[in-house]
């Protein structure tokens, strides 16, 4: 009995992990290419809106995912050309990104809110989902979560096991180097780019489509912020991207149990555990780091102009 | 094809001008182009947007009203993106000055003798709870390097929570029948009327007031000289022995202050009072004014007004044209992501290469 409760806390804290490991997943390999792309936020809640819109008109979810993840990485690209192609600010193009999201999701959503579909349907195998104590775990989620720790696994493979990876990273710690030796600087980064806008928008789509499945304005609510974080927190590694987010859910089910059981706390306090929580690990991240020899990309966010 | 950038020897000031100009057009073109998707006639919409706002007194008065705000945040904020330092938390420095100095009027509500004080010392209490407020990400990047882009945007969250915690709880007026909101303040803690019946507040001035200081310390101080020095030539500046710690904590402080003030005189002139909502994304659409305005006071001070104007034209077209609200949000963005890239025309050459992908080989 209580460790069904144990795996339905477990269940719970996945869900709430999944958009931070999407979204999060996407921008490590932005920055581990030497970008710094602010505009999380605002590509995945356009992602939110878009996945919501295309599923309510198709009726299908899986379309709904790639409507988000195509939104996401359209928003990317005008990044991409404004920082990769054209030089710009990265920060500031960042912040654009990110009103400009929030402007056209509202925009796209505009006719759905209110509107609710059924969630997006969970893994059931007979025999093995009703397994006591893990079998919901193991083998009932919905694709999104499955997604999910596949792109975490895929990246890591990709960035550590493969040619391709090794020189994104090159390019992400010194691209004028390694644009001396020939390699496609600018080619990289914008494919690291669209990869995650895709990935944050299919962390929106993941919201409006199966986390609470309806649209609302802003439903974000900071998450594309606090991914960024993380990608921080994990030091730029994938597998420490999905622990940390797992550490973020835990944090964000815990506070909902918080506010439900009314321990007299003001909920307030309690909404704002998870950005004090954000603040709190970089706080904690920091001190334990040794003086010296920071873990970032060493061209990240530096703008990257070759000249022939 | 190929893009390349040649970077240029010097700036050109035509071109400096040119940009913004020519990304504004650019984007009021591909805002047409929406309008008319969504079924509007563009020039209607135009009409609508950027000159019925201008043709009356009562419309007049509320872009200046909006724009006070947003240039003196971000005026303050010009310091800090000159420093290359990203304090992108504003709104949370400008609801901390609102909530601090809004508390003081609470607190001197129905107060016997005089009362001269009060109005200073709540701006005075706003402007340093902003300052407070800019020095936690300030502080934390300085000791520990944490990034103030991510500290900064986090404490919004914060500040919002713990203005509705306030309104909800400790501020709420106790006579209210339980809405979330303070006591209406007295006359003397509401900022003067400029002319009697009309909305226009003495805020305004406090602002122009503000961007008129930041211009003088930015052109014609030692301070204003390192700043500029920073952002410009990051090795030049320590070579000059100018200390990054002094100065990103100044400029934290400066933006913070100017967020702060410019919360407090939109609570103690159009608001009247403390409620959970007290800014319509003023930290936030300030950023896009400092980018707009190229970071200088003079350039913060028109695009302030541009941006006021779309905004109040964008309230104009929600009633006439049921244009939604939300297409005013998108043109600010898309703005500013065309102000960034035109950029690219005064730093560098643009030159295209012809030639596909047969043109490779040697570089």
Redo the contacts between chains.
Sequence with gaps: MSLDIVQMVLVTVLAAATPLILAGIGELVVERSGVLN?GVE?MMVLGAAAGFAVAAWTGSTGLGALGGAGAGLLLAA?FG??TV?????Q???G?????????????VG?GYVGMKRDPAPHLDLPGLTDLPGIGRLLFGHDAFVYAALLLVAGVWWFLWRTRAGLTLRAIGDDHAATHAL?LKVRKVRFLAVLFGGACAGLAGAYLSLAYTPFWA?AMTA?RG?IA??LV?FASWRPLRVAAGALLFGGATVLQLHAQAAGLGL?G??L??VP??A??LA??LL??GRRRGG?LAPAALGRVF???? | MRLDLLPRARRSRRLDLLAPALAFLAAVLIGGIAVAALGVPPGQAFLTYFVAPLSEVWSLQEVALKAAPLALIATGLAFCYRANLWNIGAEGQYVAGGLAGGWVAVAAHGSQGPTAWILPAMLLAGTCAGIAYAMIPALLRVRLGVSEILTSLMLVYVAQLLLDYMVRGPLRDPQGYNFPQSVSFDDAARLPLLMAGESLHAGVLIGLVGIGLAALVLTRTLFGFEVRTVGASPRAARFAGFSDARLTLAVFAISGGAAGLAGICEVAGRIGQLQPEISPGYGFTAIIVAFLGRLSPPGILLAALVIALTTIGGEGAQIDLKLPLDLTRAFQGLLLGLVLGADVLTRYHVRIVPGGAGAKGIP
Excluded at chain 1, 85 to 89: D, G, I, P, R, S
Excluded at chain 1, 96 to 105: D, E, H, P, R
Excluded at chain 1, 305 to 308: E, H, I, L, T
């Design positions: 602010l605002g005008l050309l404004l192609v054209l030089a710009a600010n920060v500031a193009s912040l654009a990104l990110t009103i400009l999201g929030l402007g056209l999701s509202g925009l505009a020939g304005p900071g912020w960024l974080a921080v003001p307030q306090l909404s704002a950005y004090l954000t603040i970089l706080v920091s001190l920071s102009a070759p000249s022939r």
